[in-house]
């Protein structure tokens, strides 16, 4: 009886197919090969037209199988029989010659294996699984039975119409499908490869054999057997079966050459496997000594370095424990064994043994910092990093704000870990070509003794497929590594897990927000989810450390990466002078964004239709009102927006160095902001054709642009989506103009990253910012907006499950606020005409009240609302149509608030003088600011400067206002406003207050050339940091940058004697009123 009758029924069509691959294993396995991959290739198209997505099957069995995977229809060892069946088919279509019976018995397994799935996900509920039953060879004399010798690779006519036949009448039964079976699908799936009874020979031969194979190791557990007289050879890579130990066989051992790297203990397929390492160590050290193979050394008495248990199954980070392959080096023994996504190659473990782990952390701490990256909180995070290592951290994320160096930071990292041999190879993985080009820029641009990064390593930049030998640094991006591991079809360029051994995550926090638009780069991914999905997949790939960067850490970032190891905030950069802060904002208000648009009910109105592009007529029954926060979204007002950017003309002028940023809603909108932009200023008579243009994901050639942008003087005035929000470096941005109204604070952080940088240049001491939507004030008071919902992929249905399943009152307590945020995400997308059929569903007065009353309901009540949440779960939602607005806008009012409350000038400079004269006494730092300022040190500055932005009292905001309130500009520094405040003493311009205290010292003596000089300095130090210290040698060998000239024994060497009464007079001159 064949393996395969139990598809006789419903599918004879593969009944057949199976048949026909038993009846030639043994006569011509060639022939079974191809019947086997033609059963799997029916299957797939089985799978699209039972899951109805007929329309998107793709072409290629890889392509179909990929697209299969990725909506959850196969999954785990499923999706890996299908790609084994697939590759062997392949092969023995290609020759004639190729496979034997055994290749062909292990195929006809996989194709039984699959059938018993496919009945179990799609067949009749009271399936039960059959054990595969090895066909026998047919008795020779019985041979002119058998109507033919060789079964036809076609299939015939009849076959195909019969095939067709089974496929429409499954089709029909499920035509009506609701939701919820496509979900018990998924189930029983799971269910399926949960339960599957596999030993450990089967484990084995369908399992792990392929997956060694794939890595580049000879295997087979049946004929590469040390039973069977196979011995280590030189010049090949083997994998071989059962080899002995002075305690048992080994399951397999790993040899290079002669020599004798790696053991493996495998179990039985869905075993627990990490606590089997304790057997693989066994045989480790059990190891005998022979003449036939090499061991390298003993490490604790471990013989084989390299040591692995396995149970087959693919790695899945919820099941670790019972998946993966576990790992673990016996030359670092404090360190733990991990579970990894599949097997070192045999290329990865010789590199491997070249590196010594505890002997590279020691020259760690002999090396110095390179002094491109040598400020102090890049040399402090590149100390966390380091101990990260010695801590055996495999993730580690670093938040550094925008602008801070970066990638500075990370190219002095990578430069100490290779150079010291702690890493081999390290992959720098960006989210967009351009920043991987920024990056390679970088590097050809960095000097090390006189010698570019690119000079002294190999490195590879976007576009170069392949690390050669010696490449020590690959920059890609992370749509085109997914492509590379996960969307190939071709092993032989697969890279292995251990190609890179230290991974460097550029702006780490993408994926973050639900209203970022999609680049073309990211189109190749089905939403945000699907993109966070594969960027972890890459990185989870490899056996590799991870290092995050990002300047604002999202959930899903600590979530794969942890929390931060190293901070370095924006607030930090500013005190410290690395970056620059904004001034008060300018706040456009016009007569539309204050009334919002109001359309009266039963009128006719114009719709933008986005799929037709074009402009449809609509009949409103209701009125229709919108805010500003939906203006350039959902209503599009062509004369709001002439408003603002003529309006924006009086203080942009294109010409100046300064370049500036439009953030547009959508690539409509840019278009829109361009046209009307140029006319205004052409109303002015200015020409700007060249000085203004859009750069998002839809152009052509964004990089080309870019460069443009950075690199010269046109355009000057660029308007954007997403495309320039986070990574591009362009430190001449000194205006900020929101035309778009986001809700991610993250994002919001990061298009203020966008003008931060430093560009003494161009005379830029802070930036502007231009708000026509009041985004800097709906978001400024927003801190860490963490979602409540864990996994957004999860259903509805599925965490009220958990929910009612929960173990303990906190689970169930815990799920239940996430079935909360789920239904709220949910309603925020139904209409109010929608809202209204759903409370007439479900009898009850309000949808929010219901899901309020939800908070205290119990298991017993939650479980009674089951019907009800499935209502709102299966609601269909659609997208609201974009209005067109005509009518006509002025501009009412600029305004610039300051302070947390956004309050006038004279008012926030109240609230200053307040605050100080309350706080004299409880802030050592203020208190020495007022009554001896002669005493100041950095460190106190620095202090009083982070209090001061916590209640957001800064420099330029101070500045600002006493402008606007006095009608006189003086450039006073925070000292000078804070005793003007507290003593009432006359408000100074900071460069005069300095040069009047060095006039003082200038007379003190007939200075010498070279005494002058280092007063000079001193003169440029104090009108960066106007504080000194109490004493000259406190200042000199405190100070880093007089540090690095010397410190106070140079000083005193090129000043003389003198040099303690220089510092003693200008502490007592520089605030002297």
Same mark, same amino acid.
């Given at each position: ?808 009152? =906190?689970?169930?307590?815990?799920? #239940? !606020?996430?079935?909360? $945020?789920?239904? +709220?995400? /949910?309603?925020?997308? &139904? ?118 932005? =916590?209640?957001?009292?800064?420099? #330029? !905001?101070?500045?600002? $206002?006493?402008? +606007?309130? /006095?009608?006189?500009? &003086? ?103």
């Amino acid at each position: 009886m064949s393996n395969f009758e139990i598809l006789a029924k419903d599918w004879s069509f593969f009944a057949t197919l199976g048949k026909q691959a038993e009846d030639n294993i043994y006569r011509d396995p060639n022939v079974t090969l191809i019947k086997v991959r033609q059963f799997a290739e029916k299957m797939t198209e089985a799978l699209f037209e039972l899951e109805t997505m007929t329309s998107l099957k793709i072409g290629t069995q890889f392509d179909n199988l990929r697209h299969l995977e990725r909506v959850g229809v196969l999954e785990g060892e499923i999706i890996s029989v299908f790609h084994s069946i697939r590759k062997s088919g392949n092969e023995a279509a290609h020759g004639d010659n190729y496979g034997d019976t055994k290749k062909a018995m292990i195929t006809v397994r996989y194709a039984h294996y699959l059938a018993n799935w496919f009945l179990e996900v799609y067949g009749p509920l009271e399936f039960e699984p059959t054990e595969f039953i090895e066909p026998k060879d047919i008795d020779k004399s019985n041979a002119d039975k058998i109507a033919h010798l060789k079964v036809q690779l076609e299939l015939a006519e009849s076959e195909k119409e019969e095939f067709q036949a089974q496929l429409e009448r499954a089709a029909t039964d499920m035509e009506d499908d609701p939701k919820e079976l496509r979900q018990k699908r998924r189930e029983r799936s799971k269910a399926y490869l949960r339960n599957v009874e596999l030993n450990e020979k089967q484990t084995r031969v369908m399992f792990i054999d392929p997956q060694l194979r794939n890595a580049g190791w000879e295997v087979n557990t049946e004929t590469l057997d040390w039973r069977k007289g196979t011995r280590p050879e030189k010049n090949k890579n083997m994998a071989i079966s059962e080899m002995p130990t002075k305690n048992g066989r080994a399951d397999y051992g790993l040899f290079i050459g002669l020599d004798l790297v790696g053991v493996v203990e495998a179990k039985k397929y869905g075993k627990s496997v990490s606590g089997d390492m304790v057997q693989a160590k066994d045989y480790s050290r059990q190891v005998s000594d022979s003449s036939e193979f090499n061991i390298l050394s003993e490490i604790d008495e471990y013989k084989a370095p390299f040591i692995y248990a396995s149970n087959g199954r693919p790695y899945l980070k919820q099941l670790q424990e019972r998946s993966g392959v576990w790992y673990w080096d016996a030359r670092t023994p404090n360190k733990p064994a991990v579970a990894l996504e599949g097997w070192h190659s045999p290329e990865d473990l010789k590199q491997k043994l070249i590196v010594d782990q505890t002997q590279a952390e020691e020259e760690l701490k002999e090396e110095p910092y390179q002094n491109f990256a040598d400020r102090y909180y890049q040399i402090d995070a590149i100390k966390a990093v380091e101990q990260g290592l010695i801590d055996n951290k495999r993730k580690m994320l670093l938040a550094l704000a925008t602008g801070t160096g970066k990638t500075r930071l990370a190219l002095s990292l990578i430069y100490r870990l290779i150079k010291t041999k702690r890493v081999r190879r390290v992959l720098f993985l960006v989210d967009r070509r351009s920043l991987g080009t920024q990056t390679a820029d970088a590097l050809k641009d960095i000097k090390i003794d006189n010698l570019s990064y690119s000079d002294i390593y190999d490195v590879k930049e976007i576009g170069d497929n392949f690390p050669e030998q010696d490449t020590k640094i690959q920059i890609t991006t992370v749509q085109g590594m997914v492509r590379r591991l996960f969307f190939k079809d071709d092993s032989e360029d697969k890279l292995s897990i251990g190609t890179y051994d230290f991974i460097i995550v550029d702006e780490a926090h993408r994926g973050y927000t639900e209203d970022k638009e999609m680049s073309d780069e990211e189109l190749n991914f089905q939403n945000e989810k699907d993109y966070v999905s594969q960027y972890r997949r890459v990185i989870d790939y490899f056996d590799a450390t991870v290092l995050g960067m990002t300047a604002t850490p999202a959930l899903h970032t600590t979530q794969i990466f942890g929390a931060p190891i190293y901070t370095y905030s924006y607030t930090d950069a500013v005190v410290d002078g690395y970056l620059i802060d904004h001034e008060p904002p300018y706040k456009f208000e016009t007569e539309l964004s204050k009334n919002g648009i109001k359309f009266e009910a039963e009128t006719e109105v114009d719709v933008w239709n986005d799929e037709t592009k074009t402009i449809d007529k609509a009949y409103l029954s209701d009125e229709l009102s919108f805010d500003v926060d939906k203006f350039n979204k959902q209503v599009i007002t062509e004369n709001f927006n002439r408003v603002i950017l003529e309006a924006l003309t009086n203080y942009i002028d294109p010409s100046e160095p300064g370049k500036t940023l439009i953030f547009a809603a959508n690539d409509e909108h840019a278009d829109m902001i361009v046209r009307l932009l140029k006319k205004a200023y052409q109303d002015e008579d200015i020409d700007v054709d060249d000085a203004i243009m859009k750069i998002t994901g839809y152009l052509r050639n964004p990089d080309t642009a870019i460069k443009r942008f950075k690199n010269e003087k046109n355009p000057s005035i660029v308007v954007t989506v997403d495309l320039l929000t986070t990574g591009i470096d362009v430190p001449e941005i000194e205006n900020l103009v929101f035309l778009r109204r986001v809700r991610s604070r993250i994002l919001y952080d990061q298009m203020l990253g966008r003008a931060t940088r430093l560009c003494p240049e161009i005379g830029k001491e802070a930036f502007r910012i231009f708000d026509a939507v009041q985004l800097y004030d709906y978001l400024q008071d927003i801190t860490d907006m963490k979602p409540v919902v864990s996994d957004p992929k999860q259903s509805i249905q599925e965490i009220l499950d958990k929910t009612i399943e929960a173990d303990d009152p =906190e689970e169930f307590g815990y799920f #239940k !606020a996430e079935l909360i $945020a789920k239904l +709220q995400r /949910k309603k925020q997308r &139904i209409s109010e005409k929608g809202a209204k059929e759903i409370n007439e569903l479900n009898n009850i007065e309000s949808l929010d009240a219901w899901l309020q009353s939800i908070k205290t309901m119990t298991r017993e009540e939650l479980e009674a609302q089951t019907e009800k949440i499935q209502r709102v779960a299966d609601y269909r939602t659609f997208r609201e149509p974009v209005v067109i607005a005509t009518q006509q806008d002025e501009l009412t009012a600029v305004n610039r608030g300051y302070g947390e409350e956004n309050v006038k000038p004279g008012d926030y400079l109240n609230e200053f003088n307040q605050f100080i004269r309350d706080n004299i006494n409880l802030i050592p730092a203020l208190e020495l600011v007022v009554r001896s300022p002669k005493d100041l040190t950095y460190q106190d500055l620095r202090d009083v400067q982070l209090r001061l932005r =916590e209640k957001r009292f800064d420099e #330029k !905001a101070l500045q600002e $206002a006493w402008r +606007q309130e /006095k009608r006189e500009f &003086i450039a006073a520094d925070i000292i000078s406003f804070i005793r003007q405040a507290a003593l009432g003493t006359e408000l100074i311009d900071h460069d005069t207050r300095i040069k009047n205290a060095m006039q003082k010292v200038y007379g003190m003596d007939s200075w010498t050339r070279k005494q002058l000089k280092w007063l000079e300095r001193i003169e440029k130090q104090l009108l960066e940091v106007p504080v000194l210290a109490p004493t000259a040698k406190e200042y000199f060998d405190e100070t880093d940058i007089w540090r690095d000239y010397g410190g106070y024994k140079l000083a005193l060497r090129n000043i003389g004697e003198q040099v303690d009464n220089v510092i003693q007079l200008l502490n007592e001159q520089l605030y002297v009123s």
